[in-house]
C-alpha cells in the first residue's frame, strides 16, 4: 500500500503561481513513476505531468514551459511548480503513484485561477 498527501492548492490570480506537493509513504520501493493529474468540472482526468524513478519527465502540452515537476527522493515528495497560471488550469489536481500492480492516488487538491 502507498498513502499519498497533497498540499498547495488554492486560490490565484492569472500569471501567478503555486507549488504542490505530494508526501509517499507505505510501500514506496514499489513506486515506478509519480505524476500530477486534474480534473476540471464537466471533464476527464488527465495527465498533467510525470516522472519516473530515473528522472526523465512528461508534460502534457498545455503546461509545457510553465509547470515543472520534480522529485526529493529522500523526502518521498514530488512536486508541481506551476507558474504563469491561466483560468483553464482550475481543476482538482491529483498525486498519482504507479506500480507494476497499481495505481494509487491521494485525495485531490483544488487549484483555482481567477481572471
Known amino acids: 500500500q502507498v498513502q499519498l498527501v497533497e498540499s498547495g492548492g488554492g486560490l490565484v490570480q492569472a500569471g501567478g503561481s503555486l507549488r504542490l506537493s505530494c508526501v509517499a509513504s507505505g510501500s514506496i520501493f514499489s513506486i515506478s513513476a509519480m505524476g500530477w493529474y486534474r480534473q476540471a468540472p464537466g471533464k476527464q482526468r488527465e495527465l498533467v505531468a510525470a516522472?519516473?524513478?530515473?528522472?526523465?519527465?512528461d508534460y502534457a502540452d498545455s503546461v509545457k514551459g510553465r509547470f515543472t515537476i520534480s522529485g526529493d527522493n529522500a523526502k518521498k515528495t514530488v512536486y508541481l511548480q506551476m507558474n504563469s497560471l491561466k483560468p483553464e488550469d482550475t481543476a482538482v489536481y491529483y498525486c498519482?503513484?504507479?506500480?507494476?500492480?497499481?495505481?494509487?492516488w491521494g485525495q485531490g487538491t483544488q487549484v483555482t485561477v481567477s481572471s
Open positions: 516522472i519516473t524513478q530515473d528522472g526523465t519527465t
Open positions: 498519482n503513484a504507479r506500480t507494476e500492480i497499481v495505481d494509487y
